[in-house]
T-cell receptor, first 115, second 110 residues
């Protein structure tokens, strides 16, 4: 069964460093998302991406964040200068949707630890 | 934005017991999904259920869209059912971001 994959599973970085989190969505999906979950809290929407551009972003998604689909398979989230409060689990999700069914499929997550 | 309330926040069960988790939402929705977050933090899709009833093994779910709630039933619980259960919704046809509830933490004891 096709699935969303994410790498790395765990990333440790120093405050101020840049990190790139990688996702490979399900191959025929058209809509891509990043969510994050700070430890012990609910999952929060960060950004959605369709047709090679951002379709929606939350107030969390400030200028430190960017997303890219550099080729036909990868979808990346870049944090330019990490802060301690960026420590969280980051989930990538994708969705097909040419019809009624709007189910999102989530990857296993990348746990980001900023020291 | 849409509000998603889950209850109870915590649930402790003896192995073999049945339970019901509830998700209330504040507006009409086009999508509702239930997830199980396992001890490794992974979000496992359980159900895509904007309306109606579905069953998958010992789990079943019912969404009554007109009354803005969904229920997740766990029957004959096992220790592997432990974890956090999240309900997530999106509201409008052109608003696809999922809004998550705070989750129900389920602990099943042997």
């Amino acid at each position: 069964e096709p699935e969303v994959t994410q790498t790395p599973s765990h990333q440790v970085t120093q405050m101020g460093q840049e990190v790139i989190l990688r996702c490979v969505p399900i191959s025929n999906h058209l809509y891509f998302y990043w969510y994050r979950q700070i430890l012990g809290q609910k999952v929060e929407f960060l950004v959605s991406f369709y047709n090679n551009e951002i379709s929606e972003k939350s107030e969390i998604f400030d200028d430190q964040f960017s997303v890219e689909r550099p080729d036909g398979s990868n979808f990346t989230l870049k944090i330019r200068s990490t802060k301690l409060e960026d420590s969280a689990m980051y989930f990538c999700a994708s969705r097909f949707d040419r019809g009624v069914r709007n189910e999102q499929f989530f990857g296993p997550g990348t746990r980001l630890t900023v020291l | 934005g849409i509000q998603v309330e889950q209850s109870p926040p915590d649930l402790i069960l003896q192995e073999g017991a049945n339970s019901t988790l509830r998700c209330n939402f504040s507006d009409s929705v086009n999508n509702l999904q239930w997830f199980h977050q396992n001890p490794w933090g992974q979000l496992i899709n359980l159900f895509y259920i904007p309306s109606g009833t579905k069953q998958n093994g010992r789990l079943s779910a019912t969404t009554v869209a007109t009354e803005r709630y969904s229920l997740l039933y766990i029957s004959s619980s096992q220790t592997t059912d432990s974890g956090v259960y999240f309900c997530a919704v999106h509201r409008r046809i052109n608003d696809y971001k999922l809004s998550f509830g705070a989750g129900t933490t389920v602990t099943v004891r042997a």
